[in-house]
T-cell receptor, first 110, second 112 residues
Framework: GEDVEQSLFLSVREGDSSVINCTYT??????LYWYKQEPGAGLQLLTY?????DMKQDQRLTVLLNKKDKHLSLRIADTQTGDSAIYFC??????????FGSGTKLNVKP | EAQVTQNPRYLITVTGKKLTVTCSQN?????MSWYRQDPGLGLRQIYY???????DKGDVPEGYKVSRKEKRNFPLILESPSPNQTSLYFC???????????FGPGTRLTVL
């Protein structure tokens, strides 16, 4: 199966930009996703990118995809304390199986 | 309201006692899936179903069964639960040809 990897922690100051990185191993992944999980809650889809795209912007969120390096990043502009959560990267393969990273815990300091 | 529901939300049981966690969606989605979430491991897919009567193994299917007799329901069955199945379980669904996966609220299972 595919391996999806993320760093475990990121700490930023309120108002700064946050960049969360993810790598994956299956070059045939069709969709790549970013989910947010707040304490005690389920997963909320933040954004996704189709594999034939390089970039997608959605308000404060920018997703960059480097297919050659199999690297995905999520940039959150003007990070707020309400953005503190665990962020999961996920890849969907040709058989519609999903592979998730272990999650990056984002801590936003006031 | 479009949603994925799971029951029960919390369950404590003992080793070997068969249990079923139900999952239902009201969005007429073809694709449904079960995941388990463990600290440091993220979410791992247990089983998924592309449509009624069609199920496939995910990454960690051992010790679990599923069935898809109706489009809206996708129960997860643990025939003989063991302590290593203590986890947080999520059900999810996607519309056919869609890209957005909707998650249920989660079921926290403890097997003693």
């Amino acid at each position: 199966g595919e391996d999806v990897e993320q760093s475990l922690f990121l700490s930023v100051r309120e108002g700064d930009s946050s960049v969360i990185n993810c790598t994956y191993t299956d070059s045939s992944s069709t969709y790549l996703y970013w989910y947010k999980q707040e304490p005690g809650a389920g997963l909320q889809l933040l954004t996704y990118i189709f594999s034939n795209m390089d970039m997608k912007q959605d308000q404060r969120l920018t997703v960059l995809l480097n297919k050659k390096d199999k690297h995905l990043s999520l940039r959150i502009a003007d990070t707020q304390t309400g953005d503190s959560a665990i962020y999961f990267c996920a890849a969907r393969d040709n058989f519609n199986k999903f592979y998730f990273g272990s999650g990056t815990k984002l801590n936003v300091k006031p | 309201e479009a949603q994925v529901t799971q029951n029960p939300r919390y369950l404590i049981t003992v080793t070997g006692k068969k249990l079923t966690v139900t999952c239902s969606q009201n969005m007429n989605h073809e694709y449904m899936s079960w995941y388990r979430q463990d600290p440091g491991l993220g979410l791992r897919q247990i089983y998924y179903s592309m449509n009624v009567e069609v199920t496939d193994k995910g990454d960690v299917p051992e010790g679990y069964k599923v069935s898809r007799k109706e489009k809206r329901n996708f129960p997860l069955i643990l025939e003989s639960p063991s302590p290593n199945q203590t986890s947080l379980y999520f059900c999810a669904s996607i519309a056919g040809g869609g890209d957005t996966q909707y998650f249920g609220p989660g079921t926290r299972l403890t097997v003693l």
